[in-house]
Each structure stands twice: as C-alpha cells, then as structure tokens.
C-alpha cells in the first residue's frame, strides 16, 4: 500500500478553513485518498474520498493535485467539535480494502 | 439508523483467561473488518469478512486471536490465554460492497488485561 506522509499537529481558530495537508507521492493509479478522522475515545468517522477530480460533501472539500502526489482535506469553517486525529489514507476502492493507518494530523481548534 | 455497536464496551479480564468480543454490523453491510488500537500507537488492521468468510486473516497477531461471523452479520473476536500486550481498544467496522466502500466503526471495545 502506498504510504502517507501527514503534518503530526496543527492549530486552527473556531470559524476558519482548516486546511489540512497530505503527501502520497507513491499513489498508485487504482488507489483513491481517503480522509477519516477520530475524536477522543470514539471509532473513526470516515469523512471523505477522491480519485482526481475535487471533492465536495456535507462535512468537507477535498483537493487532490493533477498529479495525484498530495492532497489537501478542507474543513470550511472550523468548530470545536472538529478537535480530532485526521487521518490519511490511500486504497484501493474495493471490497476487502483494509486501511492502513499511519500517524495522522492533530487537530486542535481553539477558541 | 443505528450505527456499528460494540459490546463489551469495558472488559477488564486477567491474564490467561479467554475472552470474546462482539460486533453488530449496520444492516446490509457484507463486509466487517476488526482493528485494534493499542495505547500509543496506531490503528492496525486484524480481519475482514466477506459475508461469513474471512478472505484476509493477515492482521491476526497470532493463533490466540479468532473471529468468526454468523448468519452474514454479527462477529465475535475471541482471544484465547490473553496477555498484557493484548491490552488495547478493538474496533470494528462494516461497509458496504458497492460505491465508495467506506468504513463506519464502532465505539470499540477497551480490553485491559491485568
């Protein structure tokens, strides 16, 4: 599976666009980026994911380059309530797609 | 409608006693899969089902470690003769078998092995 690289923490207000980075510079061109997040003490939440083409969705925007080597989750408007690990992830859109979870960005939204 | 439970949602048992886990999946969902996330460290892949089958075993840690699923919906993760290292929060997942094959987990089970 290809591997992400993924900023360990990052702070963002209440109210603004949280951008969230990620590098996958050995995607393969069957994977698709996948976004899940988890707030303290809960399961994962699956948020989002894309093969090429911009994402949109209820909870966020997802930019992918033209050549697929990183991507960027957006949160529009930030709340206390998206305090969470966002994590990263590039599979295959299939059955039995196990994920593989590195690292992820803390997220803090302060205040 | 309801989401993946767990349950246990606490399991406190010592070391060399058996325990089981259990995963009821949303309705409809073919495919289950079970993680573990240990403390400090990240999620890791167990087993996936397909139905009643498990095409992929490969994150088992080792034969202490077996599921099983029934009737295509609920799965029990059993660990036999637990150790401390088996301490940890398990969590389970289904999906869909069509469109994004997104995963919903649930709250997961906190196993604490004294």
């Known amino acids: 599976d290809a591997k992400t690289t993924q900023p360990t923490s990052m702070d963002c207000a209440e109210g603004r666009a949280a951008n969230l980075p990620c590098n996958h510079s050995?995607?393969?061109?069957?994977?698709?980026v996948y976004w899940y997040r988890q707030i303290h003490s809960q399961g994962p939440q699956y948020i989002i994911h894309?093969?090429?083409n911009n994402e949109t969705n209820e909870m966020a925007s997802l930019i992918i380059t033209e050549d697929r080597k990183s991507s960027t989750l957006i949160l529009p408007h930030a709340t206390l309530r998206d305090t969470a690990v966002y994590y990263c992830?590039?599979?295959?859109?299939?059955?039995?797609?196990?994920?593989?979870f590195g690292g992820g960005t803390r997220v803090l939204v302060k205040p | 409608g309801a989401g993946v439970s767990q349950s246990p949602s606490n399991k406190v048992t010592e070391k060399g006693k058996d325990v089981e886990l259990r995963c009821d999946p949303i309705?409809?969902?073919?495919?289950l899969y079970w993680y573990r996330q240990s403390l400090g460290q990240g999620l890791e892949f167990l087993i996936y089902?397909?139905?009643?089958?498990?095409?992929?075993k490969s994150g088992l840690p080792s034969d202490r470690f077996s599921a099983e699923r029934t009737g295509g919906s609920v799965s029990t993760l059993t660990i036999q003769r637990t150790q401390q290292e088996d301490s940890a929060v398990y969590l389970c997942?289904?999906?869909?078998?069509?469109?994004?094959?997104?995963?919903?987990f649930g709250p997961g089970t906190r196993l604490t092995v004294t």
């Open positions: 997942a289904s999906s869909y078998n069509t469109g994004g094959y997104e995963q919903y």
């Open positions: 050995t995607i393969s061109g069957n994977e698709y």
């Open positions: 894309g093969l090429k």
């Open positions: 992830i590039v599979s295959p859109k299939a059955a039995g797609n196990k994920l593989t």
């Open positions: 309705s409809g969902h073919t495919a």
């Open positions: 089902f397909q139905g009643n089958s498990a095409p992929d």
